[in-house]
């Protein structure tokens, strides 16, 4: 059974937390939970000012964490007990929103707006998960954070230009000699997944949690690719 706190992760990302240790599990749930829950605020719809507003409220509250207890909001909870204990500080999960107010525009998101949500979102979330990982967050931790990220705002988009734009950017970062060390294989499993819709390109995507996708993320974790 899915823990509640991992209720609202998508079914590949809760995959690839299947195939990390049971000591780290936990923290890095706990920092996807984080990313589910800021993609929802996007997602509730409303005025753009409203949800940033709601984004500030996520920043601010993350960066009390460093002084303060946790509010009773489940998400923080978890990421107060599971994940600053790792040495991820709140002030820097805070700075994740700033990816998302990217998204908050009108009309089609702008090369800068694109590149800064896939830096502040994917590549950090990356980054944090080697972190507590014990692994160094090279550069190219960071470009498959970014492809995973651009790869899920294509997904979410409804606007071609920034569809055909975001699967551009993920071939831009995917490097198909690059392999992340073992311990990461469970980041490199949503990286290729990334790489295979940029492949597929717009209008072919597949269906998130379909079998081919399952057993290819099964495949990467044996072999790296």
Known sequence: MVAKHLSQIDPECRLALAY??????????????LDAALAMVIAGGGQPLTRQLKLAWWRDALTRLDQSPPPPE?????????????????????TMTEGWEHLLGDGLLSPSDMKAYAQLRGGLLFEFAARILAE?????????????????????SRAAGDIAAALSAV???TDAHARLPIPLRP?????????????????R???????????????????GR
């Open 187 to 203: 980041l490199g499993m949503l990286a290729m997944l990334a790489a295979r819709d940029a492949e597929r390109g717009p209008g």
């Open 171 to 173: 071939r831009e970062r």
């Open 74 to 94: 489940p998400v923080l909870q978890r990421v107060a007990s599971c994940l600053l204990p790792t040495g991820v500080e709140g002030v820097e999960l805070g």
């Open 136 to 156: 160094n967050p090279t550069p190219a931790v960071a470009r498959a954070g970014e492809a995973w990220a651009l790869a899920d705002l294509a997904r979410r």
């Open 205 to 223: 995507i597949e269906t998130r949690g379909a079998p081919r996708r399952m057993l290819a993320m099964l495949r990467y974790r044996l072999i």
């Open 20 to 33: 990390i240790g049971p000591r780290h599990r936990d923290a890095v749930g706990a920092l996807f939970a």
